[in-house]
């Protein structure tokens, strides 16, 4: 029985729309099921409003991958790495987008879309979509970002500087 494509999610904002319609294209053409989570059109919108709804399918686990994209890439890189087990890369090089999976499993692309021109944000695409996650030592690295023991350790020495404490 045929495989049934992985779906993968992606979403921008008005900045980002027409990079968000020609990187579509590019992974149907791929093979890939794409769920587009807006906009429509490049009317102005706030980049939140896309990103939250991605984020919570990637972070649940709903969905294993999605594409974000802003003029920077940061506003949706801010909010989409708020959610556990989001790790939401932002990739203006093909090679950044191959280290953010090879060292850091990036399950969510983030393309600065204003400055990131159509052939270069396919190939930074493509090579987030084709490299695996090393392992190893970085496996080690990325358990580390979401441990608790470090959020305290945090904290604390904030506290320990803080002369009304
Ligand atoms: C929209 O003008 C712009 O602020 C937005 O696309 C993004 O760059 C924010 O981070």
């Known amino acids: 029985m045929a495989q049934s494509p992985e779906t993968i999610l992606i979403a921008?904002?008005?900045?980002?729309?027409?990079?968000?319609?020609?990187?579509?294209?590019?992974?149907?053409?791929?093979?890939?099921?794409?769920?587009?989570?807006?906009?429509?059109?490049?009317?102005?919108?706030?980049?939140a409003d896309f990103a939250h709804p991605l984020a919570q399918r990637v972070s649940s686990g709903a969905s294993q991958r999605g594409?974000?994209?802003?003029?920077t890439g940061l506003g949706m890189s801010y909010t989409?790495?708020?959610?556990?087990?989001?790790?939401?890369?932002?990739a203006w090089t093909p090679?950044?987008?191959?280290?953010?999976?090879?060292?850091?499993?990036a399950n969510v692309?983030?393309?600065p879309a204003r400055f990131v021109g159509d052939d270069d944000g396919?190939?930074?695409?493509n090579?987030?979509?084709?490299?695996?996650?090393?392992?190893?030592?970085?496996?080690?690295?990325?358990?580390?970002?979401?441990?608790?023991?470090?959020?305290?350790e945090d904290s604390r020495s904030h506290s320990m500087n803080d002369p009304h404490d």
């Open 12 to 47: 921008s904002d008005h900045a980002g729309f027409e990079l968000k319609e020609k990187l579509e294209a590019e992974l149907l053409s791929l093979g890939y099921a794409v769920l587009d989570l807006g906009p429509d059109s490049d009317a102005s919108i706030d980049y």
């Open 67 to 71: 594409i974000l994209l802003c003029g």
């Open 80 to 90: 989409a790495n708020r959610y556990p087990h989001v790790r939401a890369a932002i």
């Open 95 to 105: 090679e950044i987008a191959a280290l953010a999976r090879e060292h850091n499993d």
């Open 109 to 111: 692309l983030v393309l």
């Open 122 to 125: 396919r190939a930074i695409l």
């Open 127 to 152: 090579a987030w979509l084709d490299t695996p996650f090393a392992g190893g030592r970085h496996a080690r690295r990325v358990a580390k970002i979401e441990r608790d023991e470090h959020r305290e």
